[in-house]
């Protein structure tokens, strides 16, 4: 009897039908694209499949294959070494390196194409210096391989993706305890064996979910594989449906495409699969070991290196080229003026909606009433959040046919020409929050559970309503969570390329797709000054991010509502904060 007493004083209460009921909308609104999707697919009949078969779909899967094995190799081992490296040694310049490996996290990957093109260029500065270090006088005599090949965009796309293994694999290197790797040298373990044979294995979850989340990035770019000349899976989508007109063709070719996310997604929870380590925080964390000499400045060396490549060569070069255009007297544009406004109001219309929607979701999920008999997580949990594991270009072939019937419909009662939500960017404000709902679902859902359930027993006893207690008590106490949320909204939506490409309504642009055109055209150098100020939106997110010592990795996708999930190490680490106001840090930077 105790015992269930207990259990009741410390469970939340079930939420109301009308929560229930707008939670299972939202989820079902986010679910609602990859239904029309595959309806389109189905729709379009077998004809294409012979011509795709054949001529498109072995060698764009081949080159996304060879993309995601390369780019998801490279990150593993820098992100991992870096991690390491920060959290095992003492070196010179090491508190500020800790944090400064999260910059290459500011710079999209679209940019960061544009600019190693521009720099590994024949007549570029970099070849042109190597040259003349060399004694060669022309590119006939010497030059480097293209930028523009699919080792190029391997090493591009690592560059500024790397961070999302190493954030995930400092925060659980940093709370692996002493005991364990001074047992495995007493047991006669050099450091590579403890490291390769106790460490690596115990942070194969945090591993998975950095990779995982490097892999998802790669299949959603469009602007950097275009860009890099490498024709993977999501260009084609693209080029199918925008030059050649075959929406069916593109539809069948993103159904495809999602085998490979859910490929992914599985590969992912299997590797963080009986893995769970639990009271990290009780126990002492493993010293470190202070480095001198020529060790020192080579461990300074190499954590300063990923830093140099992935953020301060591209934005060095963006910021050259941003000065010479406003000494030519091409400064702050009005293009660039209506673009930056375009931006700021579209990611300002997507965070307040996605972060009101999380809020919802989570808030109806939290009850173990509303998750159902099992105990597991409440379906509309798993099911909003998928959006964030499709990649842009596919979310928006799947949101386009409904979205065009809907808009049909309202033009028609309305007596309105044209379509009114296209134009109005209404749809490309759903594409928005349907991919980035599942930031602030997460960061909420992790404060909530920071909260003490017995405060609201005690505001429901004092005669506060629902609704009351979440105004009064619950959301001055997920401020924080609710700020972070949404300053990682706003700054994905800020760097999104793909869904604007597709679903901005016409003679509208963003910085993102000024960027593109200006890129499509050959003169990059004129929208230096929107990729900079694109990098520098993102700034914030990374000073967020290292202010804390320990984030949150979370998994790429949750887990699904038939059962409960098995959270990694860094998610445990992220739910056992101080206390109810300790903020939360969700681990994320769309590309």
């Given at each position: 009897?105790?015992?269930?007493?207990?259990?009741?004083?410390?469970?939340?209460?079930?939420?109301?039908?009308?929560?229930?009921?707008?939670?299972?909308?939202i989820?079902?609104?986010?679910?609602?694209?990859?239904?029309?999707?595959?309806?389109?697919?189905?729709?379009?009949?077998?004809?294409?499949?012979?011509?795709?078969?054949?001529?498109?779909?072995?060698?764009?899967?081949?080159?996304?294959?060879?993309?995601?094995?390369?780019?998801?190799?490279?990150?593993?081992?820098?992100?991992?070494?870096?991690?390491?490296l920060?959290?095992?040694?003492?070196?010179?310049?090491?508190?500020?390196?800790?944090?400064a490996?999260?910059?290459?996290?500011?710079?999209?990957?679209?940019?960061?194409?544009y600019?190693?093109?521009?720099?590994?260029?024949?007549?570029?500065?970099?070849?042109?210096?190597?040259?003349?270090?060399?004694?060669?006088?022309?590119?006939?005599?010497?030059?480097?391989?293209?930028?523009?090949?699919?080792?190029?965009?391997?090493?591009?796309?690592?560059?500024?993706?790397?961070?999302?293994?190493?954030?995930s694999?400092?925060?659980?290197?940093?709370?692996?305890?002493?005991?364990l790797?001074?047992a495995?040298?007493?047991l006669?373990?050099?450091?590579?064996?403890?490291?390769?044979?106790?460490?690596?294995?115990?942070?194969?979850?945090?591993?998975a979910?950095?990779?995982?989340?490097?892999?998802?990035?790669?299949?959603?770019?469009?602007?950097?594989?275009?860009?890099?000349?490498?024709?993977?899976?999501?260009?084609?989508?693209?080029?199918?449906?925008?030059?050649?007109?075959?929406?069916g063709?593109?539809?069948?070719?993103?159904?495809?495409?999602?085998?490979?996310?859910?490929?992914?997604?599985?590969?992912?929870?299997?590797?963080?699969?009986?893995?769970?380590?639990?009271?990290?925080?009780?126990?002492?964390?493993?010293?470190?070991?202070?480095?001198?000499?020529?060790?020192?400045w080579?461990?300074?060396?190499?954590?300063?290196?990923?830093?140099?490549?992935?953020?301060?060569?591209?934005a060095?070069?963006?910021?050259?080229?941003?000065?010479?255009?406003?000494v030519?007297?091409?400064?702050?544009?009005?293009?660039?003026?209506?673009?930056?406004?375009?931006?700021?109001l579209?990611?300002?219309?997507?965070?307040?909606?996605?972060?009101?929607?999380?809020?919802?979701?989570?808030?109806?999920?939290?009850?173990?009433g509303?998750?159902?008999?099992?105990?597991?997580?409440?379906?509309?949990?798993?099911?909003?959040?998928?959006?964030?594991?499709?990649?842009?270009?596919?979310?928006?072939?799947?949101?386009l046919?409904?979205a065009?019937?809907?808009?049909?419909?309202?033009?028609?009662?309305l007596?309105?020409?044209?379509?009114?939500?296209m134009s109005l960017?209404?749809?490309?404000?759903?594409?928005?929050?349907?991919?980035?709902?599942?930031l602030?679902?997460?960061?909420?859902?992790?404060?909530?559970?920071r909260?003490?359930?017995?405060?609201?027993?005690?505001?429901?006893?004092?005669?506060?309503?629902?609704?009351?207690?979440l105004?009064?008590?619950?959301?001055?106490?997920?401020r924080?969570?609710?700020?972070?949320?949404?300053?990682?909204?706003?700054?994905?939506?800020?760097?999104?390329?793909?869904?604007?490409?597709?679903?901005?309504?016409?003679?509208?642009?963003?910085?993102?797709?000024?960027?593109?055109?200006?890129?499509?055209?050959?003169?990059?150098?004129?929208?230096?000054?929107?990729?900079?100020?694109?990098v520098?939106?993102?700034?914030?997110?990374?000073?967020?991010?290292?202010?804390?010592?320990?984030a949150?990795?979370?998994?790429?996708?949750?887990?699904?509502?038939?059962g409960?999930?098995?959270p990694?190490?860094?998610?445990?680490?992220?739910?056992?904060?101080?206390?109810?106001?300790?903020?939360?840090i969700?681990?994320?930077?769309?590309?």
């Amino acid at each position: 009897m105790s015992s269930i007493l207990s259990r009741a004083l410390h469970r939340p209460r079930a939420v109301g039908p009308l929560w229930a009921a707008t939670a299972a909308a939202i989820a079902l609104a986010v679910l609602t694209p990859l239904a029309a999707l595959a309806w389109t697919a189905l729709g379009a009949g077998t004809a294409h499949w012979s011509h795709l078969m054949a001529h498109v779909l072995p060698g764009a899967a081949a080159r996304t294959a060879t993309l995601l094995a390369g780019v998801g190799l490279l990150t593993a081992v820098v992100g991992t070494g870096c991690a390491w490296l920060v959290t095992r040694a003492d070196f010179p310049g090491r508190r500020v390196l800790q944090w400064a490996l999260l910059l290459p996290l500011t710079v999209p990957t679209y940019i960061a194409a544009y600019s190693y093109v521009d720099l590994l260029h024949p007549i570029g500065p970099f070849q042109s210096l190597l040259r003349t270090l060399l004694g060669f006088d022309s590119p006939r005599q010497f030059r480097l391989p293209d930028a523009r090949s699919t080792p190029g965009a391997v090493l591009v796309l690592s560059a500024v993706l790397y961070p999302y293994v190493y954030l995930s694999m400092r925060a659980m290197f940093s709370t692996q305890p002493a005991r364990l790797m001074e047992a495995a040298r007493l047991l006669g373990e050099g450091p590579w064996g403890a490291f390769r044979r106790v460490a690596l294995p115990m942070a194969r979850p945090a591993l998975a979910v950095g990779v995982g989340l490097v892999l998802l990035e790669v299949l959603n770019d469009v602007g950097a594989s275009e860009f890099l000349g490498v024709t993977t899976l999501t260009t084609t989508i693209y080029t199918t449906w925008v030059t050649r007109s075959d929406f069916g063709a593109a539809a069948q070719i993103a159904c495809a495409m999602l085998a490979l996310v859910a490929l992914l997604v599985t590969l992912e929870r299997q590797g963080r699969r009986h893995r769970r380590s639990s009271h990290l925080r009780a126990m002492r964390p493993a010293p470190r070991q202070t480095l001198r000499g020529a060790r020192a400045w080579l461990a300074t060396t190499a954590a300063a290196l990923p830093v140099l490549i992935g953020f301060v060569l591209p934005a060095g070069h963006l910021a050259v080229l941003a000065w010479k255009r406003a000494v030519e007297g091409y400064g702050l544009s009005a293009e660039v003026l209506s673009g930056a406004t375009h931006s700021a109001l579209l990611a300002l219309a997507v965070t307040a909606i996605a972060v009101a929607a999380g809020l919802v979701v989570a808030w109806a999920g939290r009850s173990t009433g509303a998750a159902g008999a099992s105990g597991g997580r409440a379906w509309w949990l798993g099911s909003a959040a998928l959006g964030y594991a499709i990649p842009g270009t596919v979310l928006a072939i799947g949101l386009l046919p409904p979205a065009l019937a809907l808009d049909g419909w309202i033009a028609g009662a309305l007596g309105l020409p044209g379509l009114p939500l296209m134009s109005l960017g209404v749809v490309l404000v759903a594409a928005g929050v349907m991919r980035f709902i599942a930031l602030p679902i997460g960061g909420i859902e992790a404060g909530l559970s920071r909260i003490p359930v017995p405060l609201e027993q005690v505001a429901r006893s004092l005669g506060e309503s629902p609704l009351g207690t979440l105004r009064r008590v619950h959301l001055p106490l997920l401020r924080p969570a609710l700020t972070t949320s949404a300053l990682l909204v706003f700054i994905d939506v800020m760097k999104e390329l793909p869904a604007s490409l597709l679903l901005r309504p016409a003679n509208v642009e963003t910085l993102p797709t000024l960027l593109y055109a200006e890129a499509a055209r050959g003169s990059y150098e004129h929208g230096a000054l929107a990729a900079l100020l694109i990098v520098g939106v993102g700034l914030p997110a990374v000073l967020l991010l290292s202010r804390e010592p320990i984030a949150s990795a979370g998994s790429v996708v949750p887990e699904p509502p038939d059962g409960r999930a098995t959270p990694s190490p860094d998610t445990e680490l992220s739910r056992a904060g101080d206390g109810p106001s300790a903020p939360f840090i969700p681990m994320k930077e769309a590309t």
